[in-house]
């Protein structure tokens, strides 16, 4: 396998992570087509092989401040199935930005597929930051399947931010989220989806809150067009004094049929949890306000949509 | 030059509009006043072509736009300042001035606009125009963008609704520099008297027809001599 990446992979790299490879510094570890493409650690973060499975370790030491990690993985080969397993291990007080994402491209008729399952294991007082991107292309009737399940532990005072993004070209998708919080630990996750033609997109929130004073805001906004189908389930266990607020905000088009399933479980006299889900056409007087400045009903559409998932 | 005429507009069996027929000269600055529900919002979207008639026509120099969509009126040189303000999750006070200028505008110029709305740009840019932001703020930037509008016939629904006290003079201010900048003809729904004193012409609406139409000085006192036997009139209601 030739281990100098193509501009293929470039271009790929640039929309799942914005890395450019000349300046790309600190840590990283790119994996295409199942394999290690290139790999760089440092002083206080370092990457290794597992043995048992396909996957590494990340293993960030206490303290590490202002560091990132990049986590690529690249599919081009047609009909390709990759499962991996990657563990991050977060020391006391770091804090840190983990930049993961999966681009596939797929020039065949075959099915692309790749499924990560990602565990944090985040130490007290230790800050993450967890950006992901979804991104296929290639051929139309290629099918570019994703299915992420992320799960998070959190000590106490831990926190951990996380944004998905997957706005274009992935068929099918499940994505499932873990989480389970101890004291005085926070959870911010932002998803952002759009869905097109016969796309199917699956989000599945599941926060246990068991430490007191954890916290979780769990944000999910959503476009489906065409005949896309998109669906969310969030499930929330309060089982604390704990809080709570999700919400769940999507726009439906065209043909499209989305479905939001909040699910919030207060166990104990002090668990404070919200939830608000809303699904609705583009409100016709956004489109009104928007043409009365004289844009096109297409092009107020673009800045309500692109607003939208800003 | 805006003229409508004989506009009519009815809605599940409500006469809305009553054969409605205006001329707005240009370089002038008309308010429009009337009871609630008397069809004044009414008439300025169907100026705007957000609501169609049901007969009648509305020519703007010279040319028929009755049927012409709102974006082609907009192009064209209409604008409009909603009674409501509509909110957008996830666009900025920046974009949606932005999206009016139809190009990217310099810190500078986003300043200046909001400064005359009486917002400060730093605190007010990266905000998204949701819920977040109370009425006033809202109806300020409402204002803002018509002001930045390039647009020679501009009509604001009741633009002072919600705006304190201390701001009114910079919004008579606003309207005046637009008149005087850009030969703009400025139409002002209120039921504001201070409104009601910077008018060259006033409309009365009522009941879906121009009940009195002309220049201030020979409306306005009219005008506020029957607002004043009004409210006379509801005291003696009440204490029956
Ligand atoms: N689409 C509609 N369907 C039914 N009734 C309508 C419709 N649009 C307006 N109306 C009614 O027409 C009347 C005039 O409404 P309009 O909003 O034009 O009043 P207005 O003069 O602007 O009042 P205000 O001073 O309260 O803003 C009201 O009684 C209103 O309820
Ligand atoms: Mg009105």
């Known amino acids: 396998m030739n281990n100098t990446p193509n501009t293929v992979d470039k271009k790929i790299l640039k929309v799942v992570s914005n890395i450019d490879l000349s300046k790309l510094k600190g840590a990283y570890n790119i994996r295409k087509d199942g394999k290690l493409l290139v790999r760089n650690t440092t002083p206080n973060i370092d990457i290794v092989s597992k043995k048992d499975k396909d996957g590494i370790d990340i293993i960030i030491k206490e303290n590490t401040k202002n560091e990132s990690v990049h986590i690529p993985v690249i599919l081009e080969k047609e009909g390709m199935n990759d499962l991996v397993y990657n563990d991050f291990h977060i020391g006391e007080n770091a804090d840190v930005t983990i930049i993961a994402g999966c681009g596939i491209h797929n020039e065949s008729h075959k099915t692309s597929e790749h499924d990560g399952i990602h565990t944090f294991y985040v130490k007290k007082g230790a800050k993450v930051k967890y950006i992901e991107n979804h991104y296929g292309e290639g051929n139309e009737n290629a099918k570019n399947v994703l299915n992420p399940t992320t799960v998070i532990y959190l000590e106490e005072g831990a926190s951990l931010e996380m944004e998905s993004l997957q706005i274009q070209g992935v068929t099918s998708t499940i994505r499932v989220t873990k989480a389970y919080l101890k004291e005085d630990s926070n959870l911010v996750i932002k998803e952002k989806i759009m869905t097109a033609e016969a796309q199917e997109a699956k989000t599945e929130f599941y926060v246990e809150l068991n430490g007191e004073n954890s916290s979780t805001h769990v944000i999910s906004r959503s476009i489906a067009k065409d005949e896309s189908k998109q669906e969310f389930y969030s499930n929330i266990q309060g089982n604390t004094k704990c809080f709570a607020h999700v919400e769940c905000d999507a726009i439906i088009m065209d043909k499209a049929k989305v479905s939001a399933i909040p699910r919030i479980d207060a166990n104990d006299?002090?668990?404070?949890?919200?939830?608000?889900?809303?699904?609705?056409?583009i409100a016709g007087e956004q489109l009104i306000k928007l043409m009365s400045l004289g844009l096109t009903e297409k092009q107020a559409e673009k800045e309500i949509i692109n607003g939208f998932l800003k | 030059m805006l003229e409508i005429k004989n506009i009519c507009f009815s809605r599940e069996g409500k006469d809305i509009l009553k054969n409605v027929s205006l001329t707005f000269p240009d370089n002038k600055v008309i308010v429009i006043t009337g009871a609630n529900g008397s069809g004044k919002s009414t008439l300025a979207k169907i100026i705007m072509g957000i609501e169609k008639?049901?007969?009648?026509?509305?020519?703007?120099?010279?040319?028929?736009?009755?049927?012409?969509?709102?974006?082609?009126?907009?192009?064209?040189?209409?604008?409009?300042?909603?009674?409501?303000?509509?909110?957008?999750?996830?666009?900025?006070?920046?974009?949606?001035?932005?999206?009016?200028?139809?190009?990217?505008?310099?810190?500078?110029?986003?300043?200046?606009?909001?400064?005359?709305?009486?917002?400060?740009?730093?605190?007010?840019?990266?905000?998204?125009?949701?819920?977040?932001?109370?009425?006033?703020?809202?109806?300020?930037?409402?204002?803002?963008?018509?002001?930045?509008?390039?647009s020679t016939f501009t009509l604001f629904d009741e633009p002072e609704a919600g705006i304190d006290l201390w701001s009114f003079n910079s919004l008579i201010d606003i309207f005046e520099n637009m008149k005087n900048d850009t030969k703009n003809t400025i139409v002002i729904i209120s039921h504001q008297e201070r409104i009601l004193d910077i008018a060259d012409e006033i409309i009365i609406l009522s009941n879906g027809t121009i009940k009195e139409m002309g220049k201030r000085n020979k409306i306005l006192p009219k005008l506020l001599l029957s607002s004043k036997s009004n409210r006379y009139s509801k005291e003696v209601k009440c204490n029956e």
């Not at chain 2, 006070?93 to 110029?109: G, Q």
């Not at chain 2, 998204?128 to 803002?144: F, Q, T």
């Open chain 2, 53 to 150: 008639p049901d007969s009648g026509s509305i020519i703007f120099n010279g040319q028929d736009i009755t049927d012409m969509p709102i974006d082609k009126r907009a192009n064209l040189g209409l604008g409009f300042a909603f009674q409501q303000p509509v909110k957008f999750k996830g666009i900025t006070v920046r974009d949606i001035l932005n999206i009016t200028a139809k190009r990217k505008l310099e810190k500078c110029e986003l300043c200046r606009y909001l400064s005359d709305v009486g917002l400060c740009a730093n605190d007010y840019l990266d905000r998204e125009l949701d819920s977040n932001l109370s009425g006033g703020e809202l109806k300020r930037i409402e204002i803002a963008m018509l002001a930045l509008k390039n």
């Open chain 1, 269 to 281: 006299i002090n668990a404070n949890l919200v939830h608000e889900a809303a699904i609705g056409k």
